[in-house]
C-alpha cells in the first residue's frame, strides 16, 4: 500500500513554488519601496530636517527588523512591519510636523497600490504609521513594534543627541524659539510606556537613567 497518496509530491512541489513566488514577490517589493524612500529624501529633503532624515528612518527600520526576528513573524506581517518603518516619516518631506503621518499613508498607498500591493495589506501599514501619532493608540503587536522602533532612542545613551536634534528641527521649521523643552522632554520621558515586553526588558533601565540626567540638568539651570 502506498504510503503517500498519487499526485502528493506534484501537489507539494506547486504549493511550493507558489511559496517562494510569494517570498520573491516580496522581497521584491520591499526592494523597490527601499528604493523609492531613499530616492524621495534625496530629492526632497531640506536641511532643516535635521531629526526627520533618511538616517532616522534607517535607524528605525533596522530596529523593527530586530523585533521581528525576535518575534518571529509570518511572511506577510514581516513585509507589514518593514513598509511601515520605510514609509512612516516620509510626510515631512512635504509639509510641516502636523499631519506628517496622514500625508505618510497617502504616499504609502499612492506607491503600493501602484505596484499592485494587496489592499489588505495596505491597510495593514497605514495602521502601523498612523499609531505613530502622539495620540495614536496602538493595539496589534506590528503596531506596538512601529512606535517602539521609533521611539528606541529613548532608551539609549544617544537620546540626549537625538533630543537636541528634534528641537533644532521643530525650532527652525516653526521660525521660533521653543522655551522649556527640557522641562517638556522630561514630563514626555516620565509619562512614556514601550508597548513590547522586547523593548521594556531592555531599554527601561537606559530610559530611567536618561531621566535622572534630564533631572539632574534642570537642577543645575535653576541654580
Known amino acids: 500500500m502506498p504510503m503517500f497518496a498519487p499526485g502528493f509530491f506534484f501537489r507539494m512541489s506547486s504549493e511550493l513554488l507558489q511559496t517562494i513566488a510569494k517570498t520573491e514577490g516580496m522581497e521584491l517589493l ?3 519601496a527601499i528604493r523609492h524612500v531613499t530616492l524621495l529624501y534625496e530629492e526632497h529633503w531640506e536641511p532643516d530636517l535635521c531629526y526627520h532624515d533618511l538616517n532616522h528612518t534607517v535607524n528605525v527600520a533596522d ?11 509570518g511572511q506577510t506581517q514581516q513585509l507589514i512591519i518593514r513598509l511601515a518603518a ?8 512635504f509639509g510641516g510636523p502636523k499631519g506628517h503621518e496622514r500625508r505618510s499613508v497617502e504616499l504609502m498607498e499612492e506607491f503600493l497600490l501602484a505596484n499592485q500591493c494587496p489592499q489588505l495589506v495596505i491597510q495593514h501599514v497605514a495602521t502601523c504609521i498612523l499609531s505613530t501619532k502622539s495620540t495614536g493608540s496602538p493595539v496589534s503587536l506590528p503596531e506596538k513594534i512601529i512606535c517602539d522602533a521609533n521611539q528606541f532612542h529613548f532608551g539609549t545613551v544617544s537620546f540626549f543627541e537625538s533630543d537636541e536634534k528634534l528641537r533644532k528641527e521643530l525650532q527652525s521649521r516653526n521660525d521660533e524659539i521653543i522655551r522649556d523643552w527640557d522641562i517638556n522632554t522630561l514630563a514626555m520621558l516620565t509619562r512614556h510606556r514601550f508597548q513590547t515586553i522586547y523593548c521594556r526588558e531592555r531599554l527601561d533601565a537606559g530610559k530611567a537613567h536618561n531621566i535622572s ?4 540638568r534642570l ?3 535653576s541654580n
Open 30 to 32: 520591499l526592494e523597490s
Open 63 to 73: 530596529r523593527a527588523e530586530s523585533m521581528i526576528q525576535h518575534f518571529r513573524f
Open 86 to 93: 520605510w514609509f512612516h516619516d516620509i510626510g515631512h518631506l
Open 213 to 216: 540626567l534630564l533631572r539632574l
Open 219 to 221: 537642577a543645575q539651570k
